[in-house]
Nanobody, 115 residues
Framework: QAQFVESGGGLVQPGGSLRLSCAAS????????MAWYRQAPGKQRELVAS???????NYADSVKGRFTVSRDNAKNAVYLQMNSLKPEDTAVYYC?????????WGQGTQVTVSS
């Protein structure tokens, strides 16, 4: 059973960058689809970016061109590089497989974009 621990969030000014990390306790090598999700206050959790085992990626339109997802199967880790951050990117960010499994949700990492 995999569990995920997210880290790397924080407070950043608009236009700034952050790199999120997701550490998996189980092997993610066998998981074809990994993804980052986010949930803003008062909104439903949404898919931000996904990556296959062979590193084929897909992004939500709202982050395309600004965010980059990557994975290191040897380290059981998934990353999200976020550039040109906007206030509307403020949310708690989570990783999970895609489609997500409820028992795999971690605590997430808070990203706040504000001046």
């Amino acid at each position: 059973q995999a569990q995920f621990v997210e880290s790397g969030g924080g407070l950043v000014q608009p236009g700034g960058s952050l790199r999120l990390s997701c550490a998996a306790s189980g092997s993610i090598f066998s998981m074809d689809f990994m993804a980052w999700y986010r949930q803003a206050p008062g909104k439903q959790r949404e898919l931000v970016a996904s990556i296959t085992r062979r590193s084929s990626t897909n992004y939500a339109d709202s982050v395309k061109g600004r965010f980059t997802v990557s994975r290191d199967n040897a380290k059981n880790a998934v990353y999200l590089q976020m550039n040109s951050l906007k206030p509307e990117d403020t949310a708690v960010y989570y990783c999970n497989i895609n489609p997500p499994i409820a028992r795999y949700w971690g605590q997430g990492t808070q990203v706040t974009v504000s001046s």
